[in-house]
């Protein structure tokens, strides 16, 4: 049997005035998976998360929703959590009596029941009878997300969920995230940063001025972008540079500088400039990408689109 998709947007148009927001978007998202929306500022994400969340309907289009087609009434689709522009707080109650309310709005007692285990997952037990008025950026996103988690979604929509949060926090929250997914549901969540992206996501959508420029898994992304930027230190880098001058096929980067060569050429042609480099006596003490593959290929990718 198929996967049940817990997304299914096809050619989804979105526009604002004159601004196109949304152009021909196609997104799939089966249950059980991390997808991470990529794509620099005013790409579409938020919009696109919009949609999803029920905020908003497409000009057109057409978008199911955990199996279901979305209509042209704004509700949050049954079985979707999640927030878009940060979450929804009372800030003069505490953590506890936020997702009280939350519950008693619901009139779910098993939600009421959850309340201390959710806190627990996203670390904010500590602080639950704090008032949310004094909480930080990475706490307000924390309790948003134990929130959404009282619901026991079937699809998580969160919009840059890492904002505000240190390491040990994202580190938390990814956990909590890779658990949901785990157990099935699916969750689309949206970040400025492939390496977000890629510590927690299974397939990627790239979003550029509104188009996807790329959607698929994140092995397939890396393999886009063949050419990368390679820095190299050389034990005499000014002989390394004239090397690097006369071997076929590399080009050398306009940041080089006295110290570091910059270069870039396909695979072979690198492993020639090593062994000419070290035919040369010149030892190579540095050979690193200048970009992840990942980094390189989303910039290739949407630097194409905004030029
Ligand atoms: N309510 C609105 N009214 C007018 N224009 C809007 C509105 N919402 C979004 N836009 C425009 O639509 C485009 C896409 O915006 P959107 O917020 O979806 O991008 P984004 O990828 O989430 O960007 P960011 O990373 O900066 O949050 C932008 O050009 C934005 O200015």
Avoid: W
Avoid at 130 to 153: H, I
Avoid at 180 to 201: N, Q, T, W, Y
Avoid at 246 to 275: A, C, F, H, M, Q
Avoid at 278 to 287: G, P
């Amino acid at each position: 049997m198929d996967t049940p998709l817990a997304v299914r947007a096809r050619g989804i148009e979105q526009a604002f005035g004159e601004v196109v927001a949304l152009d021909g978007v196609e997104l799939t998202v089966p249950a059980g998976q991390i997808h991470g929306l990529v794509g620099p500022n005013g790409a579409g994400k938020t919009t696109l998360l919009g949609l999803l969340l029920g905020l908003a309907v497409a000009d057109s289009g057409s978008l199911e929703i955990l199996g279901t087609p979305v209509g042209r009434a704004l509700a949050v689709p049954d079985g979707v959590a999640g927030f878009v522009d940060g979450p929804g707080l009372y800030p003069s109650l505490t953590a506890r009596q936020n997702l009280a309310a939350l519950a008693a709005l619901r009139g779910d007692a098993s939600m009421a029941k959850a309340i201390d285990d959710v806190l627990a997952q996203v670390g904010l037990t500590v602080v639950a009878d704090d008032r949310t008025r004094g909480f930080s950026l990475g706490m307000r996103q924390r309790l948003g997300l134990a929130a959404a988690l009282l619901t026991q979604p079937r699809l998580l929509i969160l919009d840059e969920p890492s904002n505000g949060l240190d390491p040990a926090g994202k580190k938390q929250v990814y956990g909590v995230l890779k658990r949901l997914a785990a157990d099935g549901a699916a969750v689309v969540l949206s970040s400025h940063r492939m390496d977000d992206v890629e510590a927690l996501c299974n397939e990627v959508t790239i979003l550029s001025t509104g188009r996807v420029a790329f959607s698929g898994p994140l092995s397939k992304l890396a393999g886009e972008n063949s050419e990368l930027d390679y820095r190299i230190v050389a034990s005499d880098p000014q002989a390394a540079r004239v090397v690097a001058g006369t071997t076929d096929g590399l080009r050398i980067g306009g940041d080089s500088s006295d110290e570091v060569l910059v270069v870039s050429g396909p695979v072979p042609v690198l492993d020639e400039l090593v062994k000419r480099l070290v035919h040369a006596d010149i030892a190579v003490r540095e050979l690193v990408p200048v970009a992840s593959p990942l980094e390189a290929a989303f910039l290739a990718l949407t630097e194409q689109e905004t030029n």
